[in-house]
């Protein structure tokens, strides 16, 4: 079977985009970068990535643009079809913003700016569950300063993974990811695309990547 064929959103003010990119090449994928203005996404893709940074200057709150932008459409369709989406940092407030997930990140505990490595326990990763298995624990960076989950009481979210030793942030209950109820969308504030070699200080990123294309490649042989 060909390689996972993975869009990677790009927005105003994405800096990860590229990093993701590369780390999704890393793992076997075969990427294309997708404008935000874009209203069509590539013919054939398996799951779209979206990834960190401050989309349009955080204006107003971080993700609350860019989810007007014209490719927005385009994803919650792909989304609500099953296919694997992911989005970290800023794309997880992006997939909040836009309803693809349950509940909305805001102002770090501190209100500070942190920046860091930190240790999750993968809990329930839905469908990206190749190398997440329940109580594995990974290490992975975080850089946000609206990192802090806060869950929809009328939605409960499915927690992917939950910080160790407490969140850097002000997490509920020390959530780092959810899932959707469905379990194909899923938005995580650590960045695996920041933890793919050990030079880097960890290579546990990877296992999330590896799980995602996995999950894309099973939503594909279900096509």
């Not at 609350?64 to 079809?81: K, T």
């Not at 999750?120 to 469908?127: C, K, T």
């Not at 190398?131 to 802090?148: C, D, F, I, N, S």
């Not at 990811?177 to 546990?204: C, I, K, Q, W």
């Amino acid at each position: 079977m060909s390689a996972p064929r993975v869009g990677v959103l790009v927005f105003p003010g994405s800096l990860d985009d590229r990093d993701m990119r590369r780390s999704f090449g890393l793992c076997g994928a075969d990427v294309r970068m997708i404008w935000h203005k874009d209203q069509r996404l590539p013919e054939s893709l398996d799951g779209i990535g979206v990834p960190g940074g401050f989309s349009y200057g955080d204006y107003l709150r971080c993700g609350a643009m860019a989810r007007f932008s014209p490719v927005m459409r385009s994803l919650v369709e792909f989304a609500e079809s099953g296919k694997p989406v992911l989005g970290v940092c800023n794309g997880f407030q992006i997939l909040c913003e836009s309803g693809l997930l349950p509940g909305v990140l805001v102002r770090n505990r501190e209100l500070k700016y942190v920046c860091q490595d930190v240790r999750v326990a993968v809990e329930d990763p839905g469908m990206f569950r190749a190398e997440l298995t329940p109580g594995r624990a990974l290490v992975m960076p975080v850089k946000h300063g609206e990192g802090a989950y806060v869950p929809d009481p009328d939605r409960k979210p499915r927690v992917a993974f939950r910080y160790v030793g407490g969140s850097p942030n002000g997490s509920t209950d020390d959530i780092a990811g959810v899932t959707n109820e469905r379990g194909n969308v899923l938005g995580l504030m650590p960045h695996p695309e920041h933890a793919t070699d050990p030079l880097l200080g960890s290579a546990d990123g990877a296992h999330v990547l590896r799980s995602f294309l996995a999950a894309c490649v099973a939503a594909r042989a279900g096509r």
